[in-house]
């Protein structure tokens, strides 16, 4: 839909909100690719939004939502 200018991907997080991607913290990102609850959502964001992933942005940095082509909310 063009109405749609962009679509937050939130993730399980231990802080009060959906800032930071779960299980390790951002100075540790890297980590976050292989963690099962990170990477479930983002292929099935990825498949709900192919041809618009530019549209994604993640609560939190993770390379393999990068890679999918999400942007990262900073």
Known sequence: ??????LFLGYASPSNGDEGIGAYHDKQYKANDRVKHVRKPI????????????KVFM???????LSKGFGNRR
């Open 1 to 6: 839909m063009k109405e749609v200018k962009g």
């Open 43 to 54: 292929d099935a964001w990825a498949k709900a939004c192919k041809k618009v992933e530019d």
């Open 59 to 65: 609560g939190g940095l993770s390379n393999y939502g």
